[in-house]
T-cell receptor, first 117, second 114 residues
Framework: NAGVTQTPKFRVLKTGQSMTLLCAQD?????MYWYRQDPGMGLRLIHY???????AKGEVPDGYNVSRLKKQNFLLGLESAAPSQTSVYFC????????????????FGPGTRLTVT | ELKVEQNPLFLSMQEGKNYTIYCNYS?????LYWYRQDPGKSLESLFV?????AVKQEGRLMASLDTKARLSTLHITAAVHDLSATYFC??????????????FGAGTRLTVKP
């Protein structure tokens, strides 16, 4: 199993450009998450999904959109990139709630380092 | 609003010593997570704590949860250099708001010196 993969690994954008980050998981997980991590900080949740076709806003959703058309994929879009969106983006997935601790465990992808100039 | 505070933010300790990292959170939550992150790498799940009084141990790390005090601890026993990393705690608000919003602490950067 590949686990959680992210594409691309690195990207440089100019202000105002758009792009889509792809997250894929092969563990048949219901829940998927997008986070950003800025230097010296913990992760902040952007959007998440509790199943195919569903999405919800997290702590910092402004400037981002997401889609979960297939259970295994979770896309993060930046419509008009801004320098404030320079960050490392992590995707994660989990089985979902079943009462067992292991079902809530999140598996993280390797990250995408995005720079907006 | 759910807030998560970790302390200390930086911890330098000698091999063989014990220490504890603290994680306080501001509102009721029954799920507490601990993660490890090596420099330039992704996050690795260490523990998921679901209930008051839960205690989990893996090697030299032991995590506990006190939901009444809104406090979790990560105890390091007889530290070794390989434990050098940044440790994050996180909580989610599912219990309270029927969603899955996650909040992370700022992280504790641990350095274990010989």
């Amino acid at each position: 199993n590949a686990g959680v993969t992210q594409t691309p690994k690195f990207r440089v954008l100019k202000t105002g450009q758009s792009m889509t980050l792809l997250c894929a998981q092969d563990m048949n997980h219901e829940y998927m998450y997008w986070y950003r991590q800025d230097p010296g900080m913990g992760l902040r949740l952007i959007h998440y999904s509790v199943g195919e076709g569903t999405t919800a806003k997290g702590e910092v959703p402004d400037g981002y959109n997401v889609s979960r058309l297939k259970k295994q994929n979770f896309l993060l879009g930046l419509e008009s990139a801004a320098p404030s969106q320079t960050s490392v983006y992590f995707c994660a997935s989990s089985y979902g709630g079943s009462g067992r601790p292991s079902s809530y465990e999140q598996y993280f992808g390797p990250g995408t380092r995005l720079t907006v100039t | 609003e759910l807030k998560v505070e970790q302390n200390p933010l930086f911890l330098s300790m000698q091999e063989g010593k014990n220490y504890t990292i603290y994680c306080n959170y501001s509102t009721t939550s029954d799920r507490l997570y601990w993660y490890r992150q090596d420099p330039g790498k992704s996050l690795e799940s260490l523990f998921v704590l679901l209930s008051n009084g839960a205690v989990k141990q893996e090697g030299r790390l032991m995590a506990s949860l006190d939901t009444k005090a809104r406090l979790s601890t990560l105890h390091i026993t007889a530290a070794v250099h390989d434990l050098s990393a940044t440790y994050f705690c996180a909580v989610d608000t599912n219990f309270l708001y029927n969603n899955n919003d996650m909040r992370f602490g700022a992280g504790t950067r641990l350095t274990v010196k010989p």
